[in-house]
């Protein structure tokens, strides 16, 4: 059952410039998380904004929720080199009294020095 | 250091073989998940367990199965019935609870490839 879709599907920039994705999904959800994989390695949450947040920072991140457009998206500010990898989002499903988490396709971001 | 564990890191199958793959966790946490990634895909749930000697099936559980005896490891065997077990595959663990609430943390992933 997928639930969040990445946009875009790649990005590729500069050293330095700010990198946007964002993610939609379909059912009302409690919370959204958002998770970086580096080539070949397990994924690393970098933060969860719950439905009542409407914008979370952490570090160079900002991630922000519109749940009337069911839509996030998460904003990398003055991006380095090793910011390259791939983001997803990942919402609760939940299905016949049960809940887990349903992760996208992911957003494959190319950081270039 | 607290962290959760996979082997191995590379895994090669003959076509009608058994594998398993192991998930091993440390950080006392009570759910434990199994995930597939296909190139360019996201994570496809296979089996979850929120507690021992307890698991569900999760989207993609057929040709699959797993056990959870105790509460620090979560195996994961592919069998012959799974028809295109080539994959990277991530074990994950979290708290417990309500899924949405917590964040899940990854082992470092096994790559099985079948020859």
């Known amino acids: 059952s997928q639930q969040g879709e990445e946009d875009p599907q790649a990005l590729s920039i500069q050293e330095g410039e700010n990198a946007t994705m964002n993610c939609s999904y379909k059912?009302?959800?409690?919370?959204l998380q958002w998770y970086r994989q580096n080539s070949g390695r397990g994924l690393v949450h970098l933060i969860l904004?719950?439905?009542?947040?409407r914008e979370k920072h952490s570090g160079r991140l900002r991630v922000t929720l519109d749940t009337s457009k069911k839509s996030s998206s998460l904003l990398i500010t003055a991006s380095r080199a090793a910011d390259t990898a791939s983001y997803f989002c990942?919402?609760?499903?939940?299905?016949?009294?049960?809940?887990?988490?349903?992760f996208g396709k992911g957003t494959k971001l190319t950081v270039n020095p | 250091d607290g962290g959760i564990t996979q082997s191995p890191k590379y895994l090669f199958r003959k076509e009608g073989q058994n594998v398993t793959l192991s998930c091993e966790q440390n950080?006392?946490?009570?759910?434990m998940y199994w995930y597939r990634q296909d190139p360019g895909q996201g994570l496809r749930l296979i089996y979850y367990?929120?507690?021992?000697?307890?698991?569900q099936k999760g989207d993609i559980a057929e040709g699959y199965s797993v056990s959870r005896e105790k509460k620090e490891s979560f195996p994961l065997t592919v069998t012959s019935a799974q028809k295109n077990p080539t994959a990277f595959y991530l074990c994950?663990?979290?708290?417990?609870?309500?899924?949405?609430?917590?964040?899940?943390?990854f082992g470092p992933g096994t790559r099985l490839t079948v020859l």
């Open positions: 994950a663990s979290s708290i417990g609870g309500a899924v949405s609430y917590n964040e899940q943390f």
């Open positions: 990942a919402t609760d499903v939940r299905e016949g009294g049960s809940e887990k988490l349903v």
């Open positions: 367990s929120q507690i021992v000697n307890d698991f």
């Open positions: 904004i719950r439905s009542n947040e």
């Open positions: 059912t009302s959800i409690n919370n």
């Open positions: 950080l006392n946490h009570d759910a």
